[in-house]
């Protein structure tokens, strides 16, 4: 998670040529996505290389959502998705574990969210970067480990409950 802030191609007047398999890949998209991060090579998990492909070969053949694309391992299979209309992933790219322990850990996420600041997603990430001792830009769960999604899971569990998670 090398580089954050906003897509430079987004205010360039060069023209996006669209990576394979991509029809096309959208300025104002890419100006929408902050803490954008670039677009994998290799795995984290297991160093092979990584390509743009269909996510129909995640979903048994058949394409899944608006924007079907993800970055995938020809090592692992380790995946993530796009951001809509942009070759920007929505993360690092996450092995099976790595995506249990993210949807894991949204659920408490989402909902101190909401009871404590109000559906700010912002000041959520910012008050849960602190108590995890890392940049705010940097927390967010599409860059966590499968390690730093159970200690989120575990810090929100212990404010909400005001007990101590078990180890
Ligand atoms: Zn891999």
Not at 19 to 28: A, F, G, I, K, N
Not at 100 to 112: D, N, T, Y
Not at 138 to 151: P, S, W
Request: glycine share 8%; net charge neutral.
């Amino acid at each position: 998670m090398d580089i954050f802030g906003i897509d430079p191609r987004a205010s360039s007047a060069e023209k996006l040529v669209p990576p394979t398999p991509l029809p096309h890949v959208s300025r104002r998209a890419l100006a929408r996505v902050r803490d954008r991060i670039e677009a994998p090579t290799t795995c984290p998990h297991c160093g092979e290389c990584v390509g743009l492909v269909s996510n129909a070969e995640i979903y048994n053949g058949r394409e899944y959502g608006d924007w079907p694309y993800v970055y995938l391992c020809t090592g692992c299979r380790a995946y993530v998705g796009l951001h809509p209309d942009t070759d920007l992933p929505l993360g690092t790219l996450a092995d099976e574990e790595t995506r249990e322990a993210r949807k894991s850990v949204k659920p408490g996420f989402m909902r101190i969210c909401r009871e404590r600041f109000g559906g700010d997603r912002s000041a959520a990430y910012s008050w849960l970067a602190e108590r995890m001792d890392i940049e705010t830009k940097a927390c967010h769960f599409g860059f966590f480990d499968a390690y730093q999604c159970a200690q989120a899971e575990r810090i929100i569990y212990e404010s909400m409950t005001g007990r101590r998670a078990r180890p």
